[in-house]
């Protein structure tokens, strides 16, 4: 029987690398490949530090598939990630929403552009090296599982994949933790092998998001209104798109205590500012909706739900409002539930699946209560 194809989505780090090996020694045929997302060549030239979309990540991955001896190319997504990841970072900081760019271009690009032309080429699979784990469940329906690593556990950002995709899908890296990978890119020689992990948004290396957004639109941000919840007059802000849910750095209000950004009006062009308390609810709701281990989310059961890439996770019970919307109860105050994040739904060690907050109630009380003792 003929070795069955796998494309190998190779950013130039070892987690990628190390990918590309694990499956050539169980078998598979193997193509590195590395997706061609970046707008402006020179801009980017500079990124030596570890990203994924800079041209250095070419040279690093080549040399890589070379060491392996495994064919390699490199895709134009340009198109693709322009209007999934950069157009959508933008029109969501505009509307006053925090967009997570990372989790549409593993939607949109990563897996929806690259499975289309890794399957035209006649591939079986693809494969990344994202520390999650792939399984087929008893009901037949594919899910995203916890890495052995809970220290680089990536499923938070893998919860919208199709049933479709993550069938077609291989991630061998979600069996080691990160020191392990290291290990075996070292014993193969592989220069990435300490090649350290990029920590910002790629097409955003200066984590200036406002300038960015300023220069892609060619305009300034509107300076307008800090208010409180009941539009008294604070101060200026500089432009919306400054400012996320729970901020308490970078809004220059002499206020004599510590306060927050606790609403985002674009409609108005307002930010309101709170007090700690307030950015503390029970309750959120989300759409956009995406099921995973089960076809719909298990109605008054106890679950685990993540509001943010770096949240540990909290208790809640998820209520169906309509075909795509649910309302999440917590047992517990959770800060900053914040419009155009993801919340992500585990059962135990697997992905139930999530969707995009898109509003929350007032803070609760029993939140302002225990933030008073």
């Known amino acids: 029987m003929a070795k069955k194809k796998v494309v190998v989505g190779m950013s130039g780090g070892v987690d990628s690398s190390v990918a590309a090996y694990l499956l050539k020694e169980q078998g598979y045929e193997v193509i590195g490949a590395t997706m061609q997302i970046w707008q402006d060549e020179d801009e980017f030239t500079q990124e030596e530090n570890g990203g994924c979309c800079g041209l250095s990540a070419v040279d690093d991955a080549r040399r890589v598939a070379a060491q392996l001896d495994i064919p390699y190319y490199v895709m134009n997504f340009k198109t693709d990630f322009k209007k999934a990841v950069m157009d959508y970072f933008v029109a969501e900081y505009l509307a006053g929403r925090t967009p997570n760019p990372c989790i549409a271009c593993n939607r949109y690009v990563k897996w929806e552009a690259l499975l289309k032309r890794s399957l035209e080429i006649g591939a079986d699979y693809i494969a990344t090296g994202h520390y999650a784990r792939v399984e087929q469940l008893p009901n037949g329906r594919y899910a995203i599982c916890n890495s052995v690593t809970a220290a680089k556990d990536q499923t ?7 049933q479709e995709q993550l069938s077609h899908t291989l991630m061998p890296v979600g069996a080691y933790t990160k020191d392990e990978i290291r290990e075996i890119a ?3 020689g592989f220069r990435v092998a300490k090649k350290p992990d990029s920590q910002e948004i790629c097409f955003v290396p200066d984590q200036d998001y406002a300038g960015f957004i300023e220069r ?7 300076e307008g209104n800090f208010v409180t919840a009941d539009g008294t007059v604070l101060g200026r802000h500089k432009g919306i798109i400054h400012y996320t849910i729970g901020q308490r750095k970078g809004l220059g209000l002499a206020m004599g205590h510590r306060v927050v950004v606790t609403e985002i009006r674009p409609e108005t062009n307002e930010v309101v500012i709170g007090e700690q308390e307030d950015v503390f609810t029970t309750t959120l709701f989300a759409n956009r909706l995406n099921y995973m281990s089960e076809p719909v989310f298990p109605e008054g ?10 949240h540990r996770g909290s208790p809640c019970v998820i209520h169906r409002e309509g075909d795509d919307l649910v309302r999440v109860e917590f047992k517990e105050p959770v800060r900053a539930v914040t419009p155009g994040q993801a919340v992500v739904f585990y059962d135990g060690d697997y992905v139930l699946g999530g969707g995009t907050i898109i509003r929350t109630p007032e803070p609760c009380q029993k939140a302002k209560q225990g933030m008073k003792k």
């Open 186 to 188: 070292e014993k193969l």
């Open 301 to 310: 059961k106890e679950v685990l739900a993540k509001i943010r890439y770096n």
């Open 156 to 162: 938070y950002a893998l919860y919208n994949l199709t």
């Open 216 to 222: 892609t639109t060619g305009e300034p941000s509107k």
